[in-house]
């Protein structure tokens, strides 16, 4: 009862708590694991060093979560600005640093330059610089902006997507390329955008592109040499999508043969999208990879009657082969881009009087999901914010059961369907603490009024029919910070916000949550009461995921990137809605770093910023 | 099957091709640059040619229809008020917002995406496109090529120095002998 004793928030834990027993949780979790009041805890082994960043969600669970606790719910209203570094680029600013060492790593958005920082030395000077030089062409074939979500250090390389269809991994120490694949033909509209995730000595990597008719795909790659291992399609036949005879999916109606070509009309999965834009999980005991497929193309369903498999769906793949173990379908004939590429959060929950191995995936749908990570069987699935395209999720079937008054017809127009199309949450990483049993996560209140229209497939154009008016659902609040519990499906605390929240989130062991706005605000929050502790307004709207990380100062500072962007930009109308920006902001107690106090602080570069078009010109 | 239609569209236009250059498919457009020119009068490019459907109702219709139907609307929205794309209905225009500047983007494509339709659509279709994007309201009339170019806003004050600069190089060379 600690949980509760502090704050009157409390009365909707004391009610978990007392459904935990009425429930019979027959088994505590694992000794190591600490008891939370949802009884869910995570697995964090192997994850990066506590005081370092080496991937994107800091562990192969994507919990977010890290055991660094100096900043306190007691002294966070201290925290102030320790320095910053801009990079000069326009687009969304979707990722968070890494650190590695004394070095920090960032990717910038179109052009994606990389920057290795110096942590060592004041006022963390720029080690080297690398620019892949992407075309530009890349610029207007992506659909959401020109962002990338993340990168990865793996074996000392840094190694991320390159706009315009190509991987690279670069030395860690020298900034030098070590190699450079290309994975997709950005002509036809693929692009990349997501963080690699290194899974022992490969890497998964999937392209975007569902608005453009993408045929989407998720693949491994050799960490070391870049060559491609497997490659494994969304849609068409099974040799393609890898599905042999150890694919159980838990549900009969995704079982049989080629259902990635009979779920849809003649040929139509060719340019059927399902493409992997999101984040990968790993859970290495049981050697399996999960990642999300988006939409299915067009975006128009009279178009494809069926079932439209595999998009809006989530795999689960063996990583060395990369053979679909499992693959549950969330929305099936997917209607209003309803993308299932959200992250999955590795956890394990007590449910049905045992621990399940689980993964949470917030859905842009508007339920979230626990799903046993071993079979696929869907053990929770509510709403997690305002929908009303479909009022459940049956749960024998699996299937949500569809309100059809909320279903488009072509040249139509839908008023007031909920959510738009980015969905309750969109890509924005969610964070689980294991002190609490919670997940956190930035979600949208956002509703279109909707009129489909038939499309044609011109390869390099949009594949797309989907006009939409999107305005904010009950309430008028664009965004809403929510605490989760995964194993009761409720929410147990939200903060609403006037904007849009589509930042990551970081917990920490001290029971803070960090997260951003989309007109600026960045904040610290109590994990357990929700109670706002500290924020600060940042130059540009906050997309990026916060991170922490121990400097070699032995401070621990908190870093999130500053630069609205992406989806964001659906409500770029509103008042008050930020200028872009692209500032990298890191704070610590009192703002204290290795540049603090008196003297002359001397800046030891190793290389120049690389100055991004159109401003790359020099004065004669 | 180009051919004729092109040739109709130069004679509508009266320009006159000057005799070194070979006809184009894109017909006088095609002389006309994408940036600015060094060292010779900018009069002699036919920069300001109008839009032969320009205010045809039934040219607006048929160029919203393949607006939507070309999939132009998927990135710039069904109102054209941008998306993927830029913005069609505001006066900031990248690569030049008078009717042969719209044209020449729509022919040839452009670096950041935009792709060229010189391969799918007639140069009738296009300028049908033009006709559509000018009734958003956006664009700039033919006649402002120049001033658009230096930034010029109908509504502008003008320096006296500056338009007497203006009318002098408005008078078109002598044709060399």
């Known amino acids: 009862m600690r949980w509760c004793a502090a704050a009157i928030r409390c009365s909707r834990s004391i009610t978990i708590i007392a459904l935990s027993t009425a429930a019979g949780v027959a088994q505590t979790p694992t000794p190591a694991a600490p008891f939370t009041p949802t009884g869910a805890t995570a697995n964090f082994a192997p994850n990066d060093p506590p005081g370092e960043w080496h991937r994107q969600a800091h562990d192969y669970a994507n919990t977010r979560y890290s055991t660094l606790a100096d900043i306190t719910p007691d002294n966070v209203g201290q925290l102030r600005v320790a320095w910053t570094f801009s990079d000069g680029t326009q687009y969304g600013h979707e990722g968070a ?67 315009d269809g190509h991987t690279v991994a670069v030395d860690a120490n020298t900034g030098k390329e070590v190699w450079r694949i290309k994975m997709s033909n950005v002509a036809t509209g693929a692009t990349m ?77 060719r340019h059927g999208g399902g493409t992997v834009w999101g984040w990968v999980s790993y859970d290495p005991q049981l050697n399996l990879v999960y990642y999300g497929t988006a939409n299915p193309s067009p975006r128009v369903p009279a178009q494809r009657p069926g079932l439209n498999l595999w998009t809006s769906a989530v795999f689960a793949r063996d990583a060395d082969t990369g053979m679909a173990k499992w693959a549950y379908q969330f929305t099936p004939h997917d209607q209003w881009d309803y993308d299932g590429v959200n992250e999955n959060v590795l956890i394990d929950v007590p449910i049905g009087g045992r621990m399940r191995k689980a993964l949470v995936q917030f859905n842009r749908n508007g339920f979230a999901y626990t799903i046993d990570r071993e079979t696929g069987e869907v053990l929770v699935a509510q709403p997690f914010g305002y929908l009303n395209w479909a009022s459940s999720v049956d749960m024998k079937t699996g299937q949500p059961v569809i309100n059809p008054d909320k279903e488009p017809k072509p040249n139509v127009k839908f008023e ?205 | 099957m180009p051919q004729r239609r092109i040739f109709g569209v130069m004679a509508m236009m009266a320009i006159a091709v000057p005799a070194w250059s070979a006809p184009a498919p894109e017909g006088p457009a095609a002389l006309v640059p994408l940036g600015d020119t060094a060292g010779s009068s900018e009069l002699r490019l036919p920069g300001t040619l109008t839009n032969p459907f320009e205010g045809q109702p039934a040219a607006v219709t048929e160029g919203r229809r393949l607006f939507t139907k070309m999939n132009c609307a998927g990135c710039h929205n069904y109102d054209g008020s941008g998306g993927m794309g830029p913005d069609l209905t505001d006066h900031y225009w990248r690569y030049g917002g008078t009717p042969v500047a719209v044209f020449k983007t729509l022919w040839e494509g452009r670096p950041q995406g935009m792709p060229a339709w010189s391969g799918a659509l007639p140069p009738d279709e296009l300028w049908k496109l033009v006709t559509f994007i000018q009734s958003l309201g956006g664009m700039y009339p033919a006649p402002d090529y120049y001033g658009q170019r230096q930034g010029d806003n109908p509504h502008d004050l003008v320096a006296p120095e500056v338009a007497a600069e203006d009318a002098a190089s408005a008078t078109p060379p002598a044709p060399k002998p």
């Open chain 1, 416 to 620: 007031n369907i909920c959510p738009t199309d980015i969905g309750v949450k969109d890509w924005e990483p969610s964070a689980f603490s294991p002190r609490t049993g919670l997940l956190y996560a930035a979600t949208n209140n956002v509703c279109m009024d909707l009129i489909d229209h038939e499309v044609g497939f011109i390869a390099g154009t949009p594949y797309d029919g989907m006009e939409m008016k999107r305005h904010p659902g009950p309430g008028g609040n664009w965004g809403e910070f929510i605490a989760w519990d995964p194993v009761h499906g409720k929410k147990v605390w939200g903060i609403k916000e006037q904007f849009m929240t589509m930042s990551g989130v970081l917990a920490t062991a001290s029971d803070l949550v960090f997260y951003g706005t989309v007109d600026g605000w960045f904040r610290a929050v109590n994990a357990r009461t929700g109670d706002i502790l500290w924020s600060q307004k940042l130059g540009s709207g906050v997309l990026g995921a916060p991170m922490t990380y121990k400097g070699p100062d032995g401070r621990q500072y908190i870093a999130v990137a500053s630069g609205v962007g992406g989806a964001a930009m659906v409500s770029a109308k509103e008042p008050g809605f930020p200028p872009r920006g692209n500032t990298l902001y890191v704070f610590s107690i009192n703002g204290d770093s290795l540049a603090s106090g008196p003297g002359m602080k001397a800046t030891q570069a190793g290389a120049a910023a690389i100055i991004p078009e159109p401003a790359n010109t020099i004065p004669r």
């Open chain 1, 97 to 163: 640093p890494l650190v590695v060492g004394d070095t920090m790593f960032l990717v910038t958005p179109f052009p994606n330059v990389a920057y290795a920082l110096d942590l060592s030395k004041p006022g963390s000077p720029i080690k080297w610089s690398f620019a892949p030089d992407p075309t530009p062409m890349a610029i207007g074939k992506a659909c959401c902006d020109a962002v990338i979500r993340g990168w990865a250090y793996a074996n000392g390389k840094l190694i991320y997507n390159i706009l």
């Open chain 1, 193 to 269: 955008t997501m963080p690699v995730m290194v899974v022992g000595n490969k890497l998964i990597a999937g392209n975007s592109g569902g608005e453009m008719g993408a045929h989407g795909w998720a693949a491994a790659l050799d960490v070391d040499t870049g060559k491609e291992l497997w490659r494994a399609y969304s849609t068409g036949p099974d040799d393609q999508v890898k599905i042999g005879a150890d694919f159980k999916p838990f549900y009969s109606w995704m079982r049989g043969t080629n259902l990635g070509v009979t779920t849809w009309p003649d040929d139509a999965w």
